[in-house]
């Protein structure tokens, strides 16, 4: 059974940096690229970006550009993400899915962003 | 970036009716849009794939249409399971964006 399960939900002050887990099981972890999604009530849903773990490559939404970065541990099978200089507006849900068809997906974190 | 226009915001349907959620492309996006619904506190399921393909496990009364820049998702029989919120995803072309959403609840 395919499984991506994400890390606990985060409380964060402003200006901090938060790091969310995606561990895969299930399946083979290189064979698929892992997607990161933003959701908010305000913007709705945002592609944050994707890497392949297979070769470590990354390709960023312009928006999440220096906002978010995206890591792969290929020996635990699990996918990083880490948003820096926190906002209120980074307050959101953050998945992880896996592919391009987005066919399987974390229960989701919930980022948010206060003092 | 690709605009996807979803419609309509939100939707009322009866048991056993039958139901259609659009999606418009700012440009055409050849076959690489996929659906998806939500249900309150959960995350998204995959139901249609390129456009017109059910994912496995789906059941048969989704369904998807479309071409170019015109898609659409058509629920065949209302049930009550189907309340949720729907969206549309674009693939053709980075950076992937998604429709506004579909709120449906039964009438």
């Known amino acids: 059974e395919v499984k991506l399960q994400q890390s606990g939900d985060e409380l964060v002050r402003p200006g901090a940096s938060v790091k969310i887990s995606c561990k895969a099981s299930?399946?083979?972890?290189?064979?698929?690229?892992m997607y990161w999604v933003k959701q908010s009530p305000g913007q709705g849903l945002e592609w944050i970006g994707t890497?392949?773990?297979?070769?470590?490559?990354?390709s960023y939404n312009q928006k999440f550009k220096g906002k978010a970065t995206l890591t792969a541990d290929k020996s635990s099978n699990t996918a990083y993400m880490e948003l820096s200089r926190l906002t209120s507006e980074d307050s959101a849900v953050y998945y992880c899915?896996?592919?391009?068809?987005?066919?399987?997906w974390g229960q989701g974190v919930m980022v948010t962003v206060s003092s | 970036d690709i605009q996807m226009t979803q419609s309509p915001a939100s939707l009322s349907a009866s048991l056993g009716e039958t139901v259609s959620i659009e999606c418009l492309a700012s440009?055409?996006?050849?076959?690489?849009l996929a659906w998806y619904q939500q249900k309150p506190g959960k995350s998204p399921q995959l139901l249609i794939y390129?456009?017109?393909r059910l994912q496995d496990g789906v059941p048969s009364r989704f369904s998807g249409s479309g071409s170019g820049t015109q898609y659409s998702l058509k629920i065949s029989g209302m049930q009550p399971e189907d309340e949720g919120d729907y969206f549309c995803?674009?693939?053709?072309?980075?950076?992937?964006?998604f429709g506004s959403g579909t709120k449906l609840e039964i009438k």
């Open positions: 890497i392949i773990p297979l070769i470590d490559t990354t």
């Open positions: 390129a456009a017109n």
């Open positions: 995803l674009q693939g053709s072309k980075f950076p992937l964006t």
């Open positions: 299930g399946y083979t972890f290189t064979n698929y690229a």
């Open positions: 899915a896996r592919r391009e068809l987005f066919d399987y």
């Open positions: 440009e055409d996006i050849y076959s690489y």
